[in-house]
């Protein structure tokens, strides 16, 4: 079993939709969550990071998770065409230790 | 945010040659770098951890002697694919740490990507 399960997509959605992005784990030791935006031929770029459970939004951007269910989400809110892109979560268990990738998701998001 | 420099960012070279890459943190000391490796429509494939002052350590199945990592200050490592072959293109990407805020975000370069003739 992976550490991190991500669904790949593809996932199409209209301009102004609210997008769902989700990612799984098995190590119940993680703490530390991340959420990275890649664009084709470009390292990824931070855009959400969590520490421990609950919520934490930015703009657009919502974080969540869920510790119990060993589930982290990131939502998007009026999805605009530039935010499609892969969608990378990861996560660690201490500062100090390695992060662990999900495969990433494709997100179109059409005009 | 913290920034991460990679360089550079697209390199052509024959087969046999090797090519270094280099990746900077910008604004933080970064004792830990970490590099991927990363095929078309595909995750990130961890290759190495690189800590500064010290030996890299890889991940199963990464040649050292393929893919030499130097970490000679706080600031800079390198990754130099030696004797490149075909098979070595693929698309780079450092990340650092900002350990010296404590929260121990990961931040990436831009990638490098190496085409091997």
């Known amino acids: 079993q992976k550490e991190v399960e991500q669904d790949p997509g593809p996932l199409s959605v209209p301009e102004g939709a609210i997008v769902s992005l989700n990612c799984t784990y098995s190590?119940?030791?993680?703490?530390?969550f991340m959420w990275y935006r890649q664009y084709s031929r470009k390292g990824p770029e931070l855009l959400m990071y969590?520490?421990?459970?609950g919520n934490k939004e930015d703009g657009r951007f919502t974080a969540q998770v869920d510790k119990s269910s060993k589930y982290i989400s990131l939502f998007i809110r009026d999805s605009q065409p530039s935010d499609s892109a892969t969608y990378l979560c990861?996560?660690?268990?201490?500062?100090?230790?390695?992060?662990?990738f999900g495969t990433g998701t494709s997100l179109t998001v059409i005009p | 945010g913290a920034v991460v420099s990679q360089h550079p960012s697209r390199v052509i070279c024959k087969s046999g040659t090797s090519v270094k890459i280099e990746c900077r943190s910008l604004?933080?000391?970064?004792?830990?770098m970490f590099w991927y490796r990363q095929f078309p429509k595909q995750s990130l494939m961890l290759m190495a951890t690189s800590n500064e002052g010290s030996k890299a350590t890889y991940e199963q199945g990464v040649e050292k002697d393929k893919f030499l990592i130097n970490h000679a200050s706080l600031t800079l490592s390198t990754l130099t694919v030696t004797s490149a072959h075909p098979e070595d293109s693929s698309f780079y990407i450092c990340?650092?740490?900002?350990?010296?805020?404590?929260?121990?975000?990961?931040?990436f370069g831009e990638g490098s990507r190496l085409t091997v003739l």
């Open positions: 990340s650092a740490r900002d350990g010296g805020k404590g929260s121990g975000e990961l931040f």
């Open positions: 190590n119940s030791a993680f703490q530390y």
């Open positions: 969590t520490y421990s459970s």
């Open positions: 604004d933080f000391q970064a004792t830990t």
């Open positions: 990861a996560m660690s268990v201490n500062t100090g230790n390695q992060f662990y």
